[in-house]
């Protein structure tokens, strides 16, 4: 029977390819530890600091990883920055050849470029509204994050600088974010509640309240119905009672907006119920509000409010 052999320690091979083996350790720890500064810490055995070493480097990479997922989730503003173009005409053919792909990629390219468009060059775009609001239309409806984020916040923009209220792409258009108001995904919902308020600011009250009171008031989602009456609140805030009930070009639109809110009165959930409720104590306060609502608002809508009208105005007086 042969007996297993020994390690010889004093065999000169074993020690030069031992020696070998601490150099290449050293020399891989050093080069580490002058790329992390740690020059002038302690030291540690080889081994450790090699452990140590393939540790740290993990852990960079899943950090960057990490940085890198959180970043796309919370990023704010996904359109192009507001830059200089060279050459508008090339850039709005570019544009409108992207919108026109199958590609979602390119398709949203191509509305990074409208946007930067309308910043700079609205005339240019104003010809083809009809074909750019379809594109971001179809792109709300996306079942893709980051293409129904980028579509919300393209609308938010266009509404800003193109205040283009063509029928029937706006409507619907205001629709489905009203829609997006009530998603699952908060940046989604998020984005849509800030383009429908650009839309308060910068498209007139008509064509506001019009696309508003379209769907939003009998919407099925219960966040929809409160984003609708907190719109219609803040329209009547900006264009004042008193000019929403004297102005003869506001007659449809003061109509719309008393039976929204009507509908609303009766909605099953308290906070868009309450924001209607604040709605009407508004109107109440004005001098013309008794006139205007019985003789413009449906019989039944009155008639199933007079108790609630009655008791707001009475309440109002004994305020004053």
């Not at 946007?115 to 750019?132: C, N, V």
């Not at 792409?169 to 009203?178: A, K």
């Not at 940046?187 to 849509?192: K, T």
Request: glycine letters at 2%; charged letters at 25%.
């Amino acid at each position: 029977m042969s007996l297993p052999l020994k390690r010889n320690e004093n065999d000169p091979k074993m020690k030069h390819n031992f020696e070998t083996t601490e150099q290449k350790k050293n020399q891989i720890c050093k080069s580490f530890e002058k790329r992390c500064g740690t020059e002038s810490l302690p030291r540690t055995s080889n081994d450790a600091r090699l452990k140590t070493m393939h540790i740290l480097k993990a852990e960079v990479n899943t950090s960057n990883k990490d940085k890198k997922t959180d970043g796309k989730e919370s990023e704010t503003d996904l359109l192009p920055k507001n830059s200089q173009l060279i050459n508008p005409c090339e850039t709005l053919r570019c544009a409108l050849n992207y919108i026109r792909q199958k590609n979602r990629d390119t398709i949203l390219q191509g509305l990074g470029l409208v946007t930067q468009l309308s910043r700079s060059h609205p005339a240019m775009l104003e010809p083809h509204m009809k074909r750019i609001n379809q594109t971001v239309c179809q792109q709300l409806n996306s079942t893709y994050t980051f293409a129904a984020r980028y579509a919300c916040q393209a609308a938010k923009e266009l509404f800003k600088t193109m205040q283009n209220t063509a029928r029937p792409e706006f409507d619907e258009i205001v629709s489905r974010l009203l829609n997006r108001t009530a998603d699952s995904n908060k940046l989604i919902r998020f984005d849509a509640n800030s383009a429908l308020d650009y839309m308060v600011l910068y498209i007139s009250p008509i064509s506001s309240v019009r696309a508003l009171v379209w769907r939003g008031p009998s919407h099925k989602n219960p966040l929809a119905s409160i984003a609708t009456a907190r719109l219609l609140l803040c329209i009547a805030t900006i264009v004042g009672v008193n000019v929403l009930f004297t102005s003869a070009i506001y007659q449809k639109t003061r109509k719309r907006m008393l039976e929204a809110a009507a509908h609303l009165m009766d909605d099953t959930n308290l906070e868009a119920k309450n924001t209607a409720k604040s709605l009407f104590e508004m109107f109440v306060k004005d001098e013309h509000f008794e006139q205007l609502f019985y003789n413009e608002v449906d019989q039944k809508i009155v008639d199933r409010l007079h108790n609630t009208i009655t008791i707001m105005r009475y309440k109002d007086k004994a305020n004053v």
